[in-house]
């Protein structure tokens, strides 16, 4: 079993829809909660991050963390076709000392937005 | 800055040759990380490296595949000989280190085709 589980999809939505991305985990250790966008033939980059538990609100974009169910969420409210990209989720142990940043990614979800 | 700088961006080679992909990471960053994105897998860290030390390299598929960092602008994953199952996206990304080091900064990848 991967330490991070998410649905590949593909996830296709009208603009305007709410999108709902998860992703699930099995090790308790990680304290940090990331999503990557990526869109095509890019590199990912970094969307938002929540340390611990909670919920954390960028615009459009929420994210959630319910660490007692290892499991993390990132909503897109009135989504738009510039949305299109693949979304992964990343977790972290910890920040600073003998992390090194070292990141465990799960799979992606590739979401198309469509006019 | 420009990012973290991947070269080059497509390799097509045959199956059997030498493969170099290179990498320079943001000026600053001390911790360097080699990834490969395939559609079946997502994204898997090869290995990561903190002030020019391996870390960790358990990610490493098979001998075949080494990766060294002579110094804190340079990197290089070198595959030999090469397989058409290598065939895949390969990203650098480098992080600051200390507490900041929750963001991964990836360079635009290196799309290798082995035919």
């Known amino acids: 079993q991967k330490e991070v589980e998410q649905d590949p999809g593909p996830l296709s939505v009208p603009e305007g829809a709410i999108v709902s991305l998860n992703c699930t985990y099995s090790?308790?250790?990680?304290?940090?909660f990331m999503w990557y966008r990526q869109y095509s033939r890019k590199g990912p980059e970094l969307l938002m991050y929540?340390?611990?538990?909670g919920n954390k609100e960028d615009g459009r974009f929420t994210a959630q963390v319910d660490k007692s169910s290892k499991y993390i969420s990132l909503f897109i409210r009135d989504s738009q076709p510039s949305d299109s990209a693949t979304y992964l989720c990343?977790?972290?142990?910890?920040?600073?000392?003998?992390?090194?940043?070292?990141?465990?990614f799960g799979q992606g979800t590739i979401l198309t937005v469509h006019p | 800055d420009a990012g973290v700088i991947q070269s080059p961006r497509h390799e097509v080679t045959e199956m059997g040759q030498e493969v170099t992909l290179r990498c320079k990471p943001i000026?600053?960053?001390?911790?360097l990380f080699w990834y490969r994105q395939t559609m079946m897998r997502g994204l898997e860290l090869l290995i990561y490296?903190?002030?020019?030390?391996?870390?960790?390299d358990s990610g490493m598929p098979e001998d075949r595949f080494s990766a060294k960092m002579p110094n804190a602008s340079f990197s290089t994953l070198k595959i030999q000989p090469s397989e058409p199952r290598d065939s895949a996206v390969y990203f650098c990304?480098?992080?600051?280190?200390?507490?900041?080091?929750?963001?991964?900064?990836f360079g635009q990848g290196t799309r290798l085709t082995v035919v």
């Open positions: 929540t340390y611990s538990s």
């Open positions: 990304a480098s992080t600051s280190g200390g507490r900041l080091n929750t963001e991964a900064f």
């Open positions: 990343a977790m972290l142990e910890h920040a600073g000392g003998t992390s090194y940043g070292k990141l465990t």
């Open positions: 490296f903190n002030n020019n030390v391996p870390i960790d």
């Open positions: 090790n308790s250790a990680f304290q940090y």
């Open positions: 000026s600053g960053h001390n911790s």
